[in-house]
């Protein structure tokens, strides 16, 4: 059994040097992988674990440039421009595919695609006049949500309208880009799905992860609380999506969960920030499963591994010192500096078992302060 | 619980930039730590994760440049020459303590210490002539061990005397050196002792590992599986040493075991080879714990979180797409360049409990093929 497979990438390019692709990185050191990011910023955080080349994801210059280093290319977030991402696969593999990121990258596209494939979205309308706006808000009653269809994230480009008198106020804000408005739901939980697929169409699904946002951002992720019928209906939506792509890589799909049944809010065609607990209570993480998936390696088991709950960092990191002085958490920065609403880490609270799980995430929301005990007691 | 531990080292110095020095970096890079290494080799494998100073371990002046660049400094080997540890320690944090490093570079200063400590080490003699390696060998009896006092590693600078004719081949081989010679331990097992420090003299241990080594390089570990007298035993001795030095961050003791006691083979004081399985099946791993007691950060567990095996790959990779399809098997790659002997990578195998470990082991060792079956037997 010797002699390497010198047939499997060894060079990964990603398009972006955010957290996704340093977290990326550090699990793909060790797998063998060197890697090279392109990022409009010279200090993107991913830099210290490869070459960074500092670009616009719209020079196509840059990516030919970016291309001869690379033997395979994938991305860390979704917006990057389709002719940018063209370029590339045409001139090596790249993963997840192209048509994958472009559905996702403009809501109304991704939510007719989920009506096509049979799968449950809230009711929705395109809105590209404030008479368009009326006719919807009209239709589907209020509360609803007004929407970019591009470039959203983290609850950006969004306007939840509660009463007539927040229309003119958003559309004054929003009505420059195209737009969407959807039916607001009442959701009894948010949650979302993980699934990865290599080349050869083998498929895993990590657990259901049940997921606690504050003002559109994620805060805290919490897998395998779900029965497996809502996994086994879950990945069934998955299935379809992942075929329809003939996808390769993380696919993450956000879902609303309301009376039992499950409708998909969105789809990341990435690896996720909802996905971090597999860092340290899965098998395989999602990076380095989609590393496997997209360099053609077998893939790594998706079973949890051990109870596990991640708290995110947003715009200031906790005490290092006294959270790491708790028993069972697993501490994950990202080189970037502070500034409001930034992502700037995460830990994870890992246990042998649900109760001391609960005990040890209960104590670190305590010594946490502030509003974690709500959120904590809301998951 | 907001405000950062500023206080806390963030920019690491490691003198070395090896495997050990880029495991450091791989688990230190999230704890929110950056890191610098100093290595004679342009190329060496830490660089990847942090900046890499080229120059010889004895360059003074290097040392001061490097001095300027971080908060605290370590090694990832053991004969860094004193006089730079010295530089270094005279002008920030240095740590595990120049004392450690000294007396860990001299076979005999160590087995003297270990005495002085009524710490049990085999028999040994300093051998400075001809006349003293007879005298020596008259009094220790055949077998014995021919040691070069310093540089030694992985069986490098030994010969095994075992009859007369092996004396005078040896001493032309070795005789240019210091030399001691030590009595052959007849030992039923081989293992090693990891154990952490922190600033403030809080100690863990993590459990007793069992190695297997062949031609004088470890091929496997695994730990967990001596009785909790033979810990405890351990232990004590550990202690002595830790307190001692007044030690900070990880040292190892590599044992021989004969009818249930141990007796020191040799200390390092660093993370070591048979401590790597600690990324895949600790709680914290040696190269984080390492890392939180050099920077003052409280220590983690050092409990098992699951049981599991580590097989080391020297010279040649296996097939790494055949290795990862096996289950629990979680791969480590060093990226350096193939060459004989040559400690390229490891994989840890993992499990649920002791019966899937030795199954999943024996699978991964019947893969490998050549002579992995039989260590795995007599590990």
Redesign the interface.
């Known amino acids: 059994?010797?002699?390497?497979?010198k047939a499997?990438p060894q060079r990964i390019g990603v398009l972006g040097g955010g957290q996704l692709a340093?977290m990326m990185a550090?699990a793909g050191?060790?797998?063998?992988f060197?890697f090279d990011f392109l990022d409009p910023a010279g200090d993107a955080c991913a830099g210290?674990?490869?070459a960074l080349t500092q670009a616009d994801f719209d020079d196509l210059t840059a990516m030919q440039g970016f291309a001869r280093h690379i033997d395979v290319a994938t991305f860390d977030f979704e917006n990057v421009p389709a002719s940018s991402a063209l370029e590339l696969a045409g001139q090596l593999p790249f993963y997840p595919p192209v048509k994958a990121l472009e559905s996702c990258q403009d809501r109304l596209v991704e939510k007719q695609l989920m009506r096509q494939l049979d799968i449950a979205v809230p009711p929705f309308h395109a809105v590209n006049s404030r008479t368009d706006l009326l006719a919807a808000v009209e239709e589907l009653g209020l509360p609803c949500v007004l929407k970019t269809r591009r470039l959203g994230y983290d609850g950006k480009g969004q306007a939840i309208l509660r009463q007539p008198e927040d229309l003119e106020r958003a559309w004054q804000r929003l009505g420059d880009a195209a737009l969407i408005v959807e039916a607001f739901v009442p959701f009894e939980a948010e949650c979302s799905l993980l699934a990865v697929r290599g080349q050869d169409g083998e498929t895993r699904y990590w657990p259901l992860v049940r997921n606690l946002h504050h003002d559109g951002v994620l805060m805290l992720s919490r897998p395998g609380t779900f029965a497996p019928a809502l996994q086994a209906s879950a990945e069934q939506l998955a299935q379809r999506l992942l075929q329809h792509f003939d996808y390769v890589g993380v696919m993450t799909i956000e879902f609303f969960l309301r009376e039992g049944q499950l409708s998909v809010n969105e789809i990341a065609p990435r690896v996720h920030n909802s996905g971090h607990w597999t860092l340290d209570g899965a098998?395989t993480s999602q990076f380095e499963n989609h590393l496997?998936a997209i360099s053609?390696?077998?893939l790594?088991?998706t079973a949890m591994?051990?109870p596990s709950l991640m708290f995110n960092w947003l715009g200031?990191?906790?005490?290092?010192?006294?959270?790491?002085?708790l028993?069972?958490v697993r501490?994950?920065?990202y080189?970037k500096a502070p500034r409001p609403g930034r992502k700037l880490?995460h830990a994870t609270v890992v246990a042998a078992d649900t109760a001391e799980l609960e005990q040890r995430a209960g104590e670190l929301a305590r010594?946490?302060?502030g509003a974690w005990d709500g959120w904590l007691s809301r998951l």
Chains 1, 2 share one sequence.
């Open positions: 059994m010797n002699g390497s497979d499997v340093r550090l050191l060790p797998l063998g060197s210290v674990a490869g098998e496997r053609g390696l077998p790594g088991s591994s051990r200031e990191l906790p005490d290092r010192a006294r959270v790491l002085a028993p069972g501490w994950h920065e080189g880490g010594q946490l302060g």
